[in-house]
């Protein structure tokens, strides 16, 4: 069955630059697609048009008859004074709407015997179980939990959120809305490793059509099972995750590759074939001309191969001095704290040159609190932190600022790194900043232009120990891999704070995992440390059974034997159960006799409430 058919889609925002070109595609039920490609190449314009926000200059967006899309990049205006729980339970409103019906005719039952209320009551009654009514609490609880939206902020204003803390929020609306189609834009920007890990096993496990763009590229190896790629308005598609669609694009360039090589080769062999058949023509034998031109017409379709281009790499690297020296990091009991919170606490650690540190944790843990003490822009409550004498230290920030952004880049590079222009120019070109591109102003640039300025300006630098607050974040596919290009030939100290597992694991030699106040220090790659966290989980979970299984059992005078409670409970709720069956089976034999009906209705919301206190009390006893 088909979710979401796409027929000729085209877009254009100026006249004659279409950003889509007439894309053609379809998308299956339960199908999970990642939408690949650029900033900037129409990606979000076209979940725009998906969600009905933006139409389309041409083509048509067909979505199958009651299926129901949701769109998270669109944050939705909510009432003034609205808590982020009210934003929470507003996905379950047709549920509460309901209730609060059900709620009415059993007031009104009460005095009215009418049969029509009976029917709808229990019509509602069956939706309302069905749509998971009775578990709209649990689940919104599972929900914020894994999304990492704690009971504080459920509590605050909806306004007052930050905007990363509105999408998480709205993502979270949006599953348990329990949307058929999920259009998913950037979803884990604003998460941690945790909370993303969270929505890719919901994701995995999710029944409905699921399209996501993300630059995540662990991600979208993880979650998706088809691949589109947006490049130059139009799309290609291929029928695997991101790292098959990497293999199998440089396939399909290197397969086009050499068929334009061999067609330019047989281009010039007839090429001169046709010359030689005019020249012999002109010498007595005009037959040779006709056979001269069947030949050129046949050039004609060669000439129309163009030849295939790849993404121009960035010859970027970071000019690296040599340690000398013993640490390049020394901390000693290392403690900060605000207000009553304790971010982190007794910190002993010590980097050496050459490795590679990620740290790790939370949103909220402190990492760029800890990266801030590092750079002597914070002090510590207590403890110290030294550099060695010899280091020589380049900081990217989260949050990129510049003293004088109405400069234009080249002023900015001519200013700080005291070069001349055509130096700036090569520099800036060498990071994708081209042509008139340089003479733009800093405050017109995106985040990421803005990381990748910063970048370019601390790369003329002789350093020795790097460090990198997100340097990932938003930033495109293409981009990420330009800064990776950069970092490969990079062998001093490198010290970062990254959300994307798929550079950690490509740079990592060591992890700093953040939590609870303290630092684990595991000397090993990424990979490595899952398996090691997922050994040590598994431990703990064994110690714990151990322990369960040594507890001395409760003397029988002393506690209730909860085993046998349990059981006298299960045969007390299996014999109501058996009442309810009854009841049922002669309802629909008494189905035309209302009276009758309405007392065996009685009954049965009697049984119920009767099985509900059973269910609570055998739910107790279990725990």
Request: aromatic letters at 8%; glycine letters at 6%; proline letters at 3%.
């Amino acid at each position: 069955m088909i979710d979401l058919s796409v027929r000729g889609l085209v877009k254009g925002f100026e006249q004659g630059n279409d950003i889509l070109k007439g894309i053609t595609f379809d998308v299956n039920a339960g199908e999970r697609v990642g939408i690949l490609g650029r900033n900037g190449c129409g990606k979000t314009t076209f979940f725009r048009i998906l969600s009905g926000e933006l139409q389309p200059d041409a083509g048509t967006v067909s979505i199958a008859s009651g299926r129901r899309l949701g769109l998270i990049s669109q944050i939705p205006v909510y009432p003034d004074g609205w808590t982020t729980e009210d934003v929470l339970r507003e996905a379950h409103r047709r549920l509460y709407d309901m209730e609060a019906r059900m709620n009415e005719l059993t007031a009104r039952m009460a005095t009215d015997d009418s049969p029509a209320l009976l029917s709808e009551y229990d019509r509602l009654s069956e939706n309302f179980r069905r749509l998971g009514g009775y578990d709209m609490e649990h689940e919104r609880n599972r929900v914020a939990n894994g999304l990492d939206i704690p009971a504080a902020m459920r509590a605050q204003p909806f306004d007052s959120l930050s905007g990363g803390e509105k999408t998480r929020v709205n993502l979270a609306r949006l599953i348990l809305e329990d949307t058929d189609i999920l259009l998913l834009d950037e979803p884990t920007n604003h998460l941690d490793l945790r909370a993303t890990e969270w929505l890719e096993a919901y994701l995995l496990h999710f029944r409905g059509t699921v399209l996501v763009i993300s630059h995540d590229r662990y991600f979208l190896d993880r979650v998706v099972q088809r691949s589109i790629d947006f490049t130059s308005g139009q799309a290609e598609f291929y029928s695997g995750n991101y790292s098959f669609y990497v293999v199998e694009r440089q396939r399909r360039f290197d397969e086009q590759l050499k068929k334009y090589e061999k067609d330019q080769a047989k281009l010039q062999q007839l090429t001169e074939a046709a010359a030689k058949l005019h020249l012999w023509a002109f010498m007595g034998n005009d037959k040779l001309h006709k056979r001269a031109f069947s030949i050129e017409k046949r050039m004609e379709k060669l000439e129309t191969t163009e030849r295939p281009t790849e993404a121009r790499k960035l010859n970027v690297h970071f000019t690296a001095q040599e340690f000398r020296g013993d640490d390049v990091l020394t901390m000693a009991g290392l403690s900060k704290r605000y207000g009553e919170r304790t971010l982190f606490h007794d910190l002993d650690l010590t980097v050496t040159g050459g490795e590679r540190i990620a740290l790790i944790g939370d949103n909220g843990a402190g990492k760029t609190t800890f990266l801030r003490l590092v750079m002597n822009e914070e002090t510590p409550d207590t403890g110290w932190v030294q550099r060695g004498p010899s280091v020589r230290t380049a900081y990217l920030p989260q949050i990129v600022r510049f003293a004088v952004p109405e400069r234009s880049m080249l002023d900015t590079m001519l200013y700080e790194c005291k070069c001349t222009p055509q130096e700036a120019r090569d520099q800036l070109g060498a990071y994708g900043f081209c042509g008139e591109d340089v003479l733009k102003p800093v405050s017109a640039l995106s985040g990421g232009e803005l990381s990748r300025l910063r970048l370019c300006m601390l790369m003329r630098r002789e350093i020795n120990f790097l460090i990198l607050d997100e340097p990932t974040n938003h930033l495109d596919i293409a981009s990420r891999e330009w800064i990776e290009d950069a970092l490969s030939d990079y062998t001093q100290a490198l010290l970062f704070v990254s959300h994307d597992r798929y550079f950690i694991e490509k740079f990592a030699t060591r992890i700093w995992l953040l939590e609870n106040g303290t630092i684990t220090d595991y000397r090993g790659t990424y990979a490595q440390f899952r398996e090691y966290r997922a050994r040590q989980t598994a431990l703990q979970q064994t110690a714990k059974a151990v322990e369960r299984k040594k507890e001395p059992k409760p003397k029988p005078k002393r506690a209730p034997n909860t085993t046998r409670q349990r059981e006298r409970t299960e045969r007390e709720i299996e014999k109501l159960e058996g009442q309810l069956a009854a009841l049922d089976a002669e309802s629909e034999a008494n189905a035309a006799d209302y009276q009758k009906l309405m007392e065996l209705d009685a009954q049965k919301q009697a049984l119920n409430a009767q099985l509900e206190a059973l269910y609570e009390a055998w739910e107790a006893l279990c725990e």
